[in-house]
């Protein structure tokens, strides 16, 4: 039965749909302001959609993989993927990882949302607990709703890097996965390999004292956007009971795409059940399969990513305007967003603030931690500097001068 009698919707979804309302009303209210002023006049800085185009040998490998016309090219295939796109995606993985990986510990899933919903699908009982460090990617809540389990967020430590302690005191009976995300939206945050060596310690200890199995699950869409010529710590090499989601969205620019795989740690507990509830997922969530033509694309251009680099230099750019604003913020190790403080608590109203100053941005609310905001830096150079004046103007209003 629905809570409004006349909504074909059911009440729960009326709920996520209300509290997601503001995110809507945001959406329109830009674009309201994109139809009174003009697109080009507006700082968006509130999408993360990267504007990259994808690398040219992207676009060269799906055009020669266009023209396959081999029997079977478009055909039903296993749930888990076709086995050479898997045994080529377990080698990168494998490599990148620093941990031996094979085709049958690889799922190639629609993106990392559909990796993570195959996770959650396969490991969660009603009730069970998942747990994450706030800030967090907003989907986070309804991806471990979709399987009847319930998020736990849990404080991050200073510059938002983990915070083991937070972690293990939230830990119960029911806690079933541990959700880490690094490179991090909405904080840019990237986990030390001492902080994912300090949770794995943890995890093994808790495993000692009550025989429960958490796992470990690291979402790591942005794995490859790494700045100041560093690289992100891998979590495989650190705990057995681990599983990775992650995709091809950001990294080549293609999120429309829909491509993505998770990878089970080779000696995780029961891998060959794990690994049935995964196949089985993805074909009883509807996904069937990643699609086939993606597969086959992102095998053959696997080592390529889109130019780092660039969204170093927007970052920088975006750092400067913000610092002589006067605003308050942790530099991003990586992904593309910066999480600053917002200088008024009501992180809502100071977005609309910004919106006045024809900025669009998003409300740390929106990330389990209001009192801060986040901005994204994947468009052009240009419009992140038309925002310069906008910033300052808006942190005077908010300090009173103006
Ligand atoms: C942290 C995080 N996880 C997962 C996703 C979903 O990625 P995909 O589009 O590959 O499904 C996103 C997309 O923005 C994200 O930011």
């Not at 999408?47 to 081999?70: C, I, T, W, Y």
């Not at 055909?75 to 490599?95: F, I, K, T």
Request: aromatic share 8%.
């Amino acid at each position: 039965m629905s809570s409004d009698g006349s909504s074909p919707v059911a009440s729960k979804m009326q709920g996520f749909l209300k509290r997601s309302s503001w995110i809507r009303k945001m959406f329109e209210e830009g674009l309201r302001l994109k139809a009174k002023y003009g697109a080009e006049n507006i700082c968006d800085l509130s999408l993360g959609n990267p504007d990259l185009a994808p690398p040219h040998v992207f676009q060269k490998a799906l055009e020669a993989k266009a023209m396959d016309r081999s029997a079977g090219v478009h055909a039903y295939m296993p749930n888990a993927g076709l086995a050479d796109v898997r045994a080529r995606v377990a080698e990168h993985a494998g490599r990148d990882h620093g941990v031996g990986l094979g085709a049958d510990e690889i799922v190639m899933t629609c993106g990392a949302a559909g990796g993570l919903n195959i996770i959650f699908k396969s490991l969660l009982d009603p009730g069970d607990e998942v747990i994450t460090p706030r800030p967090f990617f907003v989907e986070y809540s309804f991806y471990v709703d979709n399987h009847e389990g319930r998020l736990v967020p849990v404080d991050s430590a200073r510059g938002f890097s983990l915070d083991v302690n937070a972690i293990k005191r939230a830990m119960t009976q029911k806690t079933k996965a541990i959700l880490i995300n690094s490179p991090n939206n909405p904080s840019g945050a990237v986990y030390s390999e001492d902080s994912l060596k300090a949770l794995a310690g943890m995890l093994k200890e808790a495993e000692g004292l009550c025989g429960r199995r958490v796992f470990l699950v690291s979402d790591e869409p942005y794995r490859r956007i790494v700045f100041d010529g560093k690289s992100a710590p891998a979590v495989l090499r650190h705990y057995e009971a681990s599983i990775v989601a992650t995709s091809f969205s950001k990294d080549l620019s293609i999120p429309g795409e829909r491509i993505g795989y998770v990878a089970v740690h080779p000696d995780v507990p029961q891998k060959k059940a794990l690994v049935g509830a995964l196949n089985l997922a993805n074909r009883i969530l509807g996904f069937v399969n990643a699609p086939a033509l993606m597969q086959r694309v992102v095998a053959e251009v696997i080592d390529t990513a889109v130019d780092i680099k660039i969204y170093e230099r927007r970052r920088d750019l975006l750092a400067g305007i913000l610092s002589d604003a006067g605003y308050e913020f942790v530099m991003p190790q990586g992904a593309f967003y910066f999480f600053p403080r917002s200088p008024i608590s009501d992180d809502v109203k100071f977005v609309s603030m910004l919106q006045d100053e024809l900025i669009l941005a998003v409300p740390g609310s929106g990330f389990g931690l209001p009192g801060h905001f986040r901005l994204a830096f994947c468009m052009d150079e240009k419009v992140i500097e038309r925002s310069r004046a906008g910033f300052m103007a808006a942190m005077k209003k908010a300090n009173g001068s103006v």
